[in-house]
């Protein structure tokens, strides 16, 4: 249980674009899901907070216009990257908070590879 | 705030090899502890945790513990494998933090054969 998928996997995209990622739990309800960035052989950057039903969190120096986070359901949130451009190119990983369980645990999707040309 | 300082790597052992990964924190009050692993190309997954002192999380060989008066939770395995080649990460969070995971740099570990 407790599985959390995203789509696409990859993408490669042309400058001046948009792509949506999606970010799905499977069979749970998160009413927070968290998205992040990591850089190759890097840490992970938390980017926001996504609250069902709320507008997202950002984190300091994290552009919102730039990155649209949508979570219109308890099983979906949605990271649009906007006008996309080279530096944007990275790996996007989202998490979902399952506020079910025993404590509060994070589980993450398989990540998304953003090719930005 | 909260951090997590870990051992940088890459750390290359060969297989059956003892591995010790140092993980130290500072956060406020008493945080729930993490290790996830990250294998080539995929997100993270949860290894093991523990969320109060003393406590010792396990899986698939590896443990720590959680000390509290050392502020540490160190990684460690008695004989790694293969496939243990992967990029491991400790984490918290607590109260303060709002659930949000405050991760180290990560430590890559390569095993050979």
């Known amino acids: 249980g407790a599985v959390v998928s995203q789509h696409p996997s990859w993408v490669i995209c042309k400058s001046g674009t948009s792509v949506k990622i999606e970010c799905r739990s499977l069979d749970f309800q998160a009413t927070t899901m968290f998205w992040y960035r990591q850089f190759p052989k890097q840490s992970l950057m938390l980017m926001a907070t996504?609250?069902?039903?709320?507008?997202?969190?950002?984190e300091q120096g994290v552009e919102k216009d730039k990155f649209l986070i949508n979570h219109a359901s308890l099983t979906l949130s949605t990271l649009t990257v906007t006008s996309a451009h080279p530096e944007d190119s990275s790996f996007y990983i989202c998490?979902?908070?399952?506020?079910?369980?025993?404590?509060?645990?994070?589980?993450f999707g398989p990540g998304t590879r953003l090719t930005v040309l | 705030g909260n951090s997590v300082t870990q051992m940088e790597g890459p750390v290359t052992l060969s297989e059956e090899a003892f591995l010790t990964i140092n993980c130290t924190y500072t956060?406020?009050?008493?945080?729930?502890l993490f290790w996830y692993v990250q294998y080539p190309g995929e997100g993270l997954q949860l290894l093991l945790k523990a969320t109060k002192a003393d406590d010792k999380g396990s899986n698939k060989g590896f443990e720590a513990t959680y000390r509290k008066e050392t502020t540490s939770f160190h990684l460690e395995k008695g004989s790694v494998q293969v496939s243990d080649s992967a990029v491991y990460f400790c984490a918290l969070t607590n109260k303060a933090a709002g659930n949000k995971l405050t991760f180290g740099g990560g430590t890559r570990v390569l095993v050979k054969p």
């Open positions: 996504s609250n069902e039903g709320s507008k997202a969190t950002y």
């Open positions: 998490s979902a908070l399952n506020a079910g369980a025993t404590y509060n645990e994070q589980f």
């Open positions: 956060a406020t009050g008493y945080p729930s």
